[in-house]
């Protein structure tokens, strides 16, 4: 059957190249680090790596590494089973009560991944006369979840708290309504005006969900995300993360929210009753990463100054970045193929980061999106911002030649 249909998938995997859009899998044979050695798909050797999820530099850290391999030994390597047969030890419960505590809330209920997470939530709280009223520029698990319920589907311009409030008063016939954003755009590093959503949310009286995946464990004073910058911790209802970033950077996601909400995920929510345990390592490793969080600032004040230094050295060379804090720094280039392009110079500079472009971004708005570490010494940043200048120059170069 698939000789009927080779030539089609060939076809569009050519139109995939032909547009720029093509993405290659750069292969790594090292630890994720501030430094990795590539070893595949691009210039081998090692580089600086601006481009991983590894806020807080815990992927590769010793005490996390530590409490992994203790972890192996007393819970074993896997499950082999979903959390309501025989998939439950101690160490998932812990884990469940410690994020609770942590992010304010009642109950926490955990997934294989924050996709997950996100995909089981709408289809179990919302039915036909409900209302899911969503933040344009969503992440796509929240997409793809909404997709799975019957809920009348509403969307607001991005953080355009005017037409958030339009959507409310169109939906003032739902029997449930659920208002649903990112806390940090991860293609823009924009943050969600939560206390204003919840504000509206009040008026409204809809509830408020809030995936936090690139905001926990280094935002706010005490690492807790959004809610807690924007003191709103008390009035978020669900709350949506991965462990497969700031918190070790392995895999897993969790919802955390009102206690009969996640009773009720523990009965219905496919993604949590189909899928096989998180494996009980990545479960005790986590444990070991909230208590790096909540004793010490350090990671998140090396966070918050790298960020600091690489945003304000690229703006002073002429680089335009997206405005904000955040760690996620969007470098604007405009054009797919020449960010495409600056990228490949970048590795050949030894830092190795991605170009965005069409469909992960809108037309016309490719970047290579930066994204700092607290593993990153200052010399880092540094190296790389003179790398970016020196890349420039040479795309330039090219351009001005083939012109």
Same mark, same amino acid.
């Given at each position: 059957?698939?000789?009927?249909?080779?030539?089609?998938?060939?076809?569009?995997?050519?139109?995939?190249?032909?547009?720029?859009?093509?993405?290659?899998?750069?292969?790594?044979?090292?630890?994720?680090?501030?430094?990795?050695?590539?070893?595949?798909?691009?210039?081998?050797?090692?580089?600086?790596?601006?481009?991983?999820?590894?806020?807080?530099?815990?992927?590769?850290?010793?005490?996390?590494?530590?409490?992994?391999?203790?972890?192996?030994?007393?819970?074993?390597?896997?499950?082999?089973?979903?959390?309501? $047969?025989?998939?439950?030890?101690?160490?998932?419960?812990?884990?469940?009560?410690?994020?609770?505590?942590?992010?304010?809330?009642?109950?926490?209920?955990?997934?294989?991944?924050?996709?997950?997470?996100?995909?089981?939530?709408?289809?179990?709280?919302?039915?036909?006369?409900?209302?899911?009223?969503?933040?344009?520029?969503?992440?796509?698990?929240?997409?793809?979840?909404?997709?799975? /319920?019957?809920?009348?589907?509403?969307?607001?311009?991005?953080?355009?708290?005017?037409?958030?409030?339009?959507?409310?008063?169109?939906?003032?016939?739902?029997?449930?309504?659920?208002?649903?954003?990112?806390?940090?755009?991860?293609?823009?590093?924009?943050?969600?005006?939560?206390?204003?959503?919840?504000?509206?949310?009040?008026?409204?009286?809809?509830?408020?969900?809030?995936?936090?995946?690139?905001?926990?464990?280094?935002?706010?004073?005490?690492?807790?995300?959004?809610?807690?910058?924007?003191?709103?911790?008390?009035?978020?209802?669900?709350?949506?993360?991965?462990?497969?970033?700031?918190?070790?950077?392995?895999?897993?996601?969790?919802?955390?929210? %009102?206690?009969?909400?996640?009773?009720?995920?523990?009965?219905?929510?496919?993604?949590?009753?189909?899928?096989?345990?998180?494996?009980?390592? $990545?479960?005790?490793?986590?444990?070991?990463?909230?208590?790096?969080?909540?004793?010490?600032?350090?990671?998140?004040?090396?966070?918050?100054?790298?960020?600091?230094?690489?945003?304000?050295?690229?703006?002073?060379?002429?680089?335009?970045?997206?405005?904000?804090?955040?760690?996620?720094?969007?470098?604007?280039?405009?054009?797919?193929?020449?960010?495409?392009?600056?990228?490949?110079?970048?590795?050949? %500079?030894?830092?190795?980061?991605?170009?965005?472009?069409?469909?992960?971004?809108?037309?016309?708005?490719?970047?290579? %999106?930066?994204?700092? /570490?607290?593993?990153?010494?200052?010399?880092?940043?540094?190296?790389?911002?003179?790398?970016?200048?020196?890349?420039?120059?040479?795309?330039?170069?090219?351009?001005?030649?083939?012109?």
């Amino acid at each position: 059957m698939f000789d009927n249909v080779r030539a089609d998938v060939a076809a569009t995997l050519d139109e995939i190249r032909e547009a720029g859009l093509f993405k290659p899998e750069r292969v790594i044979g090292s630890p994720q680090s501030a430094a990795v050695t590539v070893t595949g798909g691009g210039k081998p050797g090692e580089v600086l790596n601006f481009c991983a999820n590894n806020y807080l530099g815990l992927a590769d850290n010793q005490e996390v590494l530590d409490a992994a391999k203790d972890a192996l030994d007393r819970w074993g390597y896997g499950m082999a089973s979903v959390r309501f $047969i025989c998939g439950t030890q101690d160490v998932h419960k812990e884990l469940e009560e410690r994020l609770s505590a942590f992010l304010g809330q009642e109950d926490t209920i955990l997934y294989s991944s924050c996709f997950d997470a996100n995909g089981g939530v709408f289809e179990t709280l919302l039915g036909a006369e409900d209302a899911v009223i969503s933040d344009a520029l969503n992440h796509a698990s929240i997409i793809d979840g909404i997709r799975l /319920s019957k809920a009348r589907r509403h969307r607001y311009a991005n953080r355009d708290m005017a037409d958030l409030e339009k959507q409310l008063q169109d939906t003032q016939d739902a029997r449930r309504r659920l208002i649903v954003t990112d806390g940090v755009f991860s293609m823009d590093g924009y943050v969600a005006p939560l206390r204003e959503i919840c504000d509206l949310a009040d008026r409204y009286d809809a509830m408020v969900m809030v995936d936090d995946s690139h905001a926990v464990g280094f935002v706010g004073a005490g690492g807790r995300g959004t809610p807690e910058l924007h003191g709103v911790m008390d009035r978020v209802d669900i709350i949506t993360g991965t462990l497969g970033k700031a918190l070790g950077g392995a895999s897993g996601g969790y919802v955390a929210a %009102r206690r009969e909400i996640v009773a009720l995920l523990r009965q219905r929510s496919r993604p949590y009753l189909f899928s096989n345990s998180l494996a009980p390592v $990545i479960a005790a490793a986590s444990l070991k990463v909230l208590d790096l969080v909540e004793n010490s600032n350090e990671l998140r004040e090396k966070l918050a100054a790298n960020t600091a230094l690489f945003r304000t050295k690229m703006t002073e060379a002429g680089f335009e970045i997206l405005p904000g804090d955040h760690p996620i720094a969007p470098v604007m280039i405009g054009d797919a193929a020449k960010a495409g392009k600056l990228a490949e110079l970048l590795l050949e %500079r030894g830092v190795y980061v991605i170009g965005f472009s069409y469909p992960v971004v809108p037309h016309g708005q490719a970047r290579i %999106r930066v994204q700092l /570490s607290a593993a990153h010494s200052t010399e880092d940043v540094e190296r790389a911002v003179a790398a970016f200048i020196d890349a420039r120059d040479a795309r330039d170069a090219l351009d001005a030649v083939e012109a």
